[in-house]
């Protein structure tokens, strides 16, 4: 589900959160045209300032190449600086990072990524900024056609020193720009160090965050702190749910020691009913939590008897839907939460 936090790059920049959700309303195309180069680079600037959400997504696009480079040892090393946050960020990091390196084991070509040495300037480098290389685009299309026009030869020497000047512009811009963003946001960052990160039960897929196809959005799932009232679901066609292994109880009365699985989260619940619509589910509840002093939607869905069989429902859903990296939750920690 898109997310939608409300700010824009020209109103709210002052603290490191934002600027994040500025990234993640780019990427997903939330209020504003989807530009995924230009929400990475926000993420990776909340990343380089130490933000924990931040390094977790920033490792997600290193592996997924959305916006930008694709780097499997970039991806983990961000997603180990994650690890080290504490709390749900941190364990959806350890998780993923155990996947990382169940799908690196698999395939004999990748293995050497366990052992060689990570290059970590480059993966700190923040990268061009997309309004800078926009510009140089531009001007490079205004010349290109300008040249293929019949115009009188003095012109065409104008524009031909036009060209050289954009070049040199651009040479200026890739010289000093990140530099001069990197003096002005990006704090001190500390050497690499090495971590021992203890992994859950291997699984297949990714709990909660990891985007494989590359056309689609990353999600934004944050821990929610203090849970303020409950969303009662909008009624459900009465169908037989897509998802597999569901018993259809009531997920606020089924045994505490059972798994749901939380499908999504987002700053508005309008799109989390939509998927749940969509989807036909029956079984299913949106509540309302506050994260950060704000407002936060979660959407859970199904009753399954241990975590064994929330896991197997896991690989069975639409790939759509894996897009937002759903993840096991216990019955007891959701309920309690709903009680609050």
Not at 41 to 55: E, K
């Amino acid at each position: 589900m898109p997310y939608s936090s409300g700010a824009t790059d020209n109103n709210k920049q002052d603290t490191v959160e934002s600027v994040h959700d500025i990234g993640v309303q780019y990427i997903n195309g939330d209020g504003v045209n989807a530009f995924p180069e230009k929400g990475r680079y926000y993420i990776h600037q909340s990343a380089l300032r130490g933000y924990p959400p931040g390094q977790f997504h920033l490792g997600i696009l290193f592996y997924t190449g959305i916006g930008g480079d694709k780097d499997i040892s970039c991806a983990r090393w961000w997603l180990g600086k994650s690890a080290l946050s504490g709390g749900e960020t941190a364990n959806r990091a350890q998780y993923i990072l155990h996947d990382i390196k169940e799908d690196i084991l698999a395939d004999p070509a990748l293995k050497e990524i366990l052992t060689r040495p990570t290059d970590t300037l480059r993966c700190m480098q923040l990268p061009e900024s997309p309004n800078s290389s926009a510009a140089v685009q531009g001007i490079k299309h205004i010349l290109s056609i300008a040249e293929s026009a019949p115009v009188t030869p003095p012109f065409l020497a104008q524009i031909n020193r036009g060209k050289k000047q954009a070049e040199q512009i651009k040479i200026y811009l890739n010289k000093h720009l990140p530099l001069l963003q990197a003096e002005l946001i990006t704090p001190e960052i500390p050497e690499e160090i090495t971590i021992t990160i203890v992994i859950p039960p291997p699984v297949t897929i990714y709990p909660s965050e990891t985007v494989y196809p590359p056309a689609l959005p990353i999600q934004v799932s944050r821990t929610p702190e203090k849970t303020q009232k409950i969303i009662k679901s909008p009624a459900a066609p009465k169908t037989k749910p897509v998802f597999a292994g569901n018993s259809g109880s009531n997920l606020r009365t089924a045994p505490a020691r059972h798994y749901t699985l939380q499908l999504s989260s987002a700053a508005t619940p309008e799109g989390l009913y939509d998927t749940a619509r969509h989807y036909k589910l029956s079984n299913y509840v949106v509540y309302e939590t506050v994260r950060h002093g704000r407002q936060w939607y979660v959407l859970v869905y199904g009753d399954y008897p241990d975590l064994t069989s929330a896991r197997r429902a896991l690989k069975k859903l639409p790939a759509a839907v894996t897009a937002n990296k759903p993840w096991a939750r216990s019955l007891k920690q959701v309920q309690a939460e709903l009680m609050k």
